[in-house]
């Protein structure tokens, strides 16, 4: 709705003071958009790419050539200049889509899934492009299924689930509530019915789950005695087969604000097609 | 300015991807040849059937020459959504239309004076009024490739835009007066010819290479800007209705 490209169900839009209500096209200028789908022209080499765009928004000829070869070098492509888009790889395509949307200058910047399905070196850079043009001032939307991404990247966050803002806040907020947990969790050889609940009523000043098959999930305000919980479990006959920390991140807010377990999320993300 | 260079740069880069790739060229020259040839030979009336055939000839190099890029070019770009790129650039979705139509229009334009160059070759073109076969082909050119735009717009797919236009292109071919005239047509079919845009446009270049017209020419032009300016509206409303969400 505020790129122009579906029409708005009810409310209004206002971008930097203009209102663009059925009207998108009188803030497109101040708009750059990076689809989830790298979608150049084939037919044309990189910087031809590079140079239609800038022309759509009526760049002339000098000043497009000079930052379409300015971007490529940003994006480590000038090897593949005068390649056809067609014959990039996949990490380079979604560079090159990414130089596209920014070629410009927009003061206003959607990325949409910007790194998914990128190699880990490819991934990196556009972090650390996205992070620089957040410093230079641009205002970023970014749509992302790596939580992660978004934690780092981020100032203000919405969760979105089945299309609705479950919760928006700014990072350092959401992540309030779980900064200074102490969070161990056990590998087990069996993680019966009431265990937790035993486990909760001889150690009160801590808090169990089991969502997983054979792991508990301790977590505290103080750190946690792993010894006495490991002895407890030990005289069931339940093998403690591994303990780890678990540093609270925003996934666990995530999870806290939508009901969306852990599980679920990681499908999602593989379905994503990310290898990060 | 801005405008310009935007609609410049659409027109250059369709032209460049698209219409000047060695097939596309060799379909402007072959199919024109062969419809002048397959007509020529058909008529078995020797070089005096040139003129008759002329008008058809043209006007059918014009119909498939427009429709049948831009059909797929529209599609394929919808398809891949480089066309939301442009969709999404600050620039009218009038001047969009017109950009992404003026290659298919010129391409059209050039395809007619393939057999009218051939047909020099063979007789005497200096009867004929060329200040009614110009304006005649240009607006052919545009309210085919308007056609071409309409059914584009309503196809999601290469193949499907294909399959309506043959669905509008070959009854044109019998019912627009291109080789029979529509007066010979049955009285009940007569009425499909009126609401065709292709039959003004034959009908004057029927009346300006062989001096034999059913309408006036005054109300062929002004019918068939009509046609162009509805087609255009109508195609831009369906982007907006079906392409922009």
């Given at each position: 709705m505020l790129t122009g490209l579906a029409g708005l169900d009810a409310g209004k839009i206002s971008i930097s003071g203009i209102d663009c209500t059925g009207n998108p096209k009188a803030v497109q200028h101040l708009t750059g958009i990076v689809p989830d789908e790298s979608n150049l022209y084939p037919e044309l080499t990189g910087f031809e790419n590079l140079c239609f765009c800038a022309a759509l928004y009526g760049i002339g000829k000098i000043e497009r050539q000079k930052r379409a070869r300015e971007l490529l070098e940003t994006f480590g492509l000038t090897d593949a200049a005068n390649r056809k888009f067609a014959g990039y790889s996949k990490g380079m395509k979604r560079k090159l889509t990414f130089a596209a949307g920014i070629i410009?200058?927009?003061?206003?910047?959607?990325?949409?899934?910007?790194?998914?399905?990128?190699?880990?070196?490819?991934?990196?850079?556009?972090?650390?492009?996205?992070?620089?043009?957040?410093?230079?001032?641009?205002?970023?939307?970014?749509?992302?299924?790596?939580?992660?991404?978004?934690?780092?990247?981020?100032?203000?966050?919405?969760?979105?689930?089945?299309?609705?803002?479950?919760?928006?806040?700014?990072?350092?907020?959401?992540?309030?509530?779980?900064?200074?947990?102490?969070?161990?969790?056990?590998?087990?050889?069996?993680?019966?019915?009431?265990?937790?609940?035993?486990?909760?009523?001889?150690?009160?000043?801590?808090?169990?789950?089991?969502?997983?098959?054979?792991?508990?999930?301790?977590?505290?305000?103080?750190?946690?005695?792993?010894?006495?919980?490991?002895?407890?479990?030990?005289?069931?006959?339940?093998?403690?087969?591994?303990?780890?920390?678990?540093?609270?991140?925003?996934?666990?807010?995530?999870?806290?604000?939508?009901?969306?377990?852990?599980?679920?999320?990681?499908?999602?993300?593989?379905?994503?097609g990310g290898n990060q | 300015m801005k405008r310009w260079i935007a609609f410049s740069s659409i027109f250059v880069k369709d032209m460049r991807a698209y219409y000047l790739k060695p097939p596309n060229v060799s379909w402007g020259i072959i199919f024109p040849l062969a419809w002048t040839g397959m007509f020529f030979i058909r008529s078995g009336m020797g070089l005096e059937s040139v003129l008759e055939l002329l008008p058809g000839v043209v006007t059918i190099s014009i119909l498939f020459g427009t429709t049948s890029l831009l059909s797929v070019t529209l599609t394929f770009e919808r398809r891949n959504r480089s066309f939301?790129?442009?969709?999404?650039?600050?620039?009218?979705?009038?001047?969009?239309?017109?950009?992404?139509?003026?290659?298919?229009?010129?391409?059209?334009?050039?395809?007619?004076?393939?057999?009218?160059?051939?047909?020099?070759?063979?007789?005497?073109?200096?009867?004929?009024?060329?200040?009614?076969?110009?304006?005649?082909?240009?607006?052919?050119?545009?309210?085919?490739?308007?056609?071409?735009?309409?059914?584009?717009?309503?196809?999601?797919?290469?193949?499907?835009?294909?399959?309506?236009?043959?669905?509008?292109?070959?009854?044109?071919?019998f019912l627009c007066g291109l080789f029979f005239p529509i007066l010979s047509l049955p009285i009940f079919v007569r009425w499909l010819s009126y609401i065709l845009p292709v039959t003004y446009g034959v009908d004057i270049l029927h009346g300006a290479v062989n001096g034999e017209h059913i309408m006036s020419f005054a109300l062929d032009f002004i019918v068939l800007g009509a046609f162009c300016i509805v087609l255009f509206l109508l195609s831009l409303h369906n982007v907006k209705r079906k392409w922009i969400l």
């Open positions: 410009h200058q927009p003061p206003i910047l959607f990325l949409d899934e910007p790194t998914t399905g990128i190699d880990v070196a490819s991934a990196r850079q556009v972090r650390q492009i996205i992070a620089g043009l957040h410093r230079k001032g641009t205002t970023i939307f970014l749509t992302t299924h790596y939580i992660e991404e978004a934690e780092r990247l981020c100032e203000r966050i919405a969760f979105i689930v089945h299309g609705r803002i479950a919760r928006t806040d700014r990072t350092a907020d959401l992540l309030q509530p779980v900064q200074g947990k102490h969070v161990i969790i056990f590998s087990v050889s069996n993680s019966g019915d009431n265990l937790t609940g035993e486990m909760a009523s001889a150690f009160p000043q801590y808090q169990f789950q089991s969502s997983v098959p054979n792991q508990i999930r301790i977590e505290s305000g103080e750190p946690v005695n792993v010894g006495p919980l490991v002895r407890f479990l030990e005289e069931r006959k339940i093998q403690v087969t591994e303990a780890r920390r678990h540093v609270p991140s925003l996934e666990d807010v995530f999870v806290q604000v939508t009901g969306i377990e852990a599980g679920l999320m990681r499908r999602e993300k593989e379905k994503a | 939301d790129r442009l969709l999404l650039a600050p620039i009218s979705l009038e001047l969009l239309m017109l950009a992404k139509t003026s290659d298919a229009i010129l391409f059209g334009i050039v395809n007619a004076f393939v057999p009218i160059v051939i047909a020099a070759f063979l007789v005497d073109l200096s009867g004929i009024a060329w200040s009614l076969v110009i304006p005649a082909i240009i607006l052919v050119g545009i309210v085919s490739t308007f056609l071409g735009l309409f059914i584009s717009v309503s196809a999601s797919e290469v193949f499907e835009a294909q399959t309506f236009s043959n669905f509008f292109r070959f009854p044109m071919i």
